[in-house]
Each structure stands twice: as C-alpha cells, then as structure tokens.
C-alpha cells in the first residue's frame, strides 16, 4: 500500500502543473466512487504547490476538489438509484462493494438521514459509500447534492488549509515535499479512529 502511494504521489506531483484543476477535479470524482484514491495525497500537495509556487489558487484547488467529489457522489447515487438494491448487492463484491458494506452504509444513511450526508465527507469507507444507499432509498436528490457539495467543501477547505499551512513552515517537510505524505499518515489515523467511533459503532447499535 505503502509503495502504491509512493508511485501515485511521485505521478501527480510530476503531472499536477500540466493537469492542474482539472485533474484534481477529476481524481477527487474518482474518490468519491469506488475507486481507492485517498484525498489526502490529491488536496494537501496541490495546495502546498499553490502557496509555494503559485501556478494554483487556494480557492481553485478547493472548488476544484468540491466540484470533482459533488461529481463523484453524484455518479454513485444515480447509479444505485438506476440499478436498484438488488443488482448492487448481487455485483457490487466484484468492485469491493460486499453486502456488509453495503448494509453498513444503509444503517448510516437510515440513521442519520441528510446530517449523516453531510458529516459522510468527512469520514473514510462511507464517503466513498453513502450515494448508494441514499440512491436506493431515492432521497431527494436535490437535499442530497447541497449536503455532499457544503461537505464536500469543508473537507477540501479543511484539506488545502493544511498543505498551504506546510507550505507556511517548510521545515515540516525536511526538505522534501515527498515527507509531505508522512503527515497524511496522521491525519488517516484519525479519520481512522472517527471512523470507529462514529460510523461502526453507531451503525452497529442501530444494526442490533
């Protein structure tokens, strides 16, 4: 996992000046489908890159990363609406996407209702899970799409704000902007841990 990062990190920071918005914008709607890219190693560099070397914007780097991860849940929610319950939980261990995770997304979602939405873009697994029970269910889309864009955006806000804030104190780095990821290991130890206490626990009492 460790070495995938790496490669992945050692791509975009050599592809980010070409890509620029558009591919934030483009990886953030990948993470927020099924696809296991951490928006912790898309945000943080784009906006350390934008403070030291101004070829991007804080504001466009989070818009950017907004309007890709709005992109993202919305492809979820019309396809679990499109194709339905049955179909998703029949095909969906073929992309990782088993029955447990599926129910566990669907007792979040019961739950919590559009606050769960919301707080869903701020935490791992059910971020990238959340639009297809709320398809399945038909939530109105249009409550759907304020809370995952108004999410969206403080996390990519929350995200730019810590990699201009590196790019603040360049020591943090030690030199390397590759050390850069050594913080992203914190910061998913504690989504981690928000996880556990907010989103497994919770949804396992409602389970019961």
Same mark, same amino acid.
């Given at each position: 996992m460790a070495a995938s990062l790496q490669?992945?990190?050692?791509?975009?920071?050599?592809?980010?000046?070409?890509?620029?918005y558009w591919l934030i914008a483009g990886l953030m709607a990948l993470e927020s489908t099924l696809v296991p890219i951490p928006s912790e190693v898309i945000i943080p560099p784009a906006a350390y890159l934008a403070h030291t070397q101004g070829q991007l914007s804080f504001v466009g780097v989070v818009l950017a990363g907004t309007a890709g991860s709005w992109a993202g849940a919305s492809l979820m929610y019309w396809a679990a609406r499109l194709l339905g319950r049955p179909l998703i939980v029949r095909y969906g261990r073929f992309v990782a996407m088993g029955q447990a995770k599926i129910e566990l997304a669907e007792?979040?979602?019961?739950?919590? =209702?559009?606050?769960?939405? %919301? !707080?869903?873009?701020?935490?791992?697994?059910?971020r990238h899970l959340i639009g297809i029970p709320t398809g399945i269910?038909?939530?109105d889309f249009r409550w759907y799409a304020l809370a995952t864009l108004l999410g969206s955006l403080l996390w990519c806000a929350v995200l730019a704000w810590l990699g201009t804030?590196?790019?603040?104190?360049?020591?943090?780095?030690? =030199?390397?902007?590759?050390? %850069? !990821?050594?913080?992203?290991v914190g910061v998913a130890a504690l989504l981690a841990a928000l996880y556990y206490v907010f989103v497994r626990r919770a949804t396992a009492r409602t389970g019961k």
């Open positions: 490669h992945f990190s050692d791509w975009y920071l050599a592809t980010l000046s070409q890509g620029g007792r979040w979602c019961t739950h919590y =209702g559009l606050p769960g939405v %919301f !707080f869903s873009r701020l935490l791992p697994v059910i269910l038909r939530m804030a590196v790019g603040q104190h360049p020591e943090l780095l030690a =030199g390397s902007l590759h050390r %850069f !990821f050594a913080l992203v």
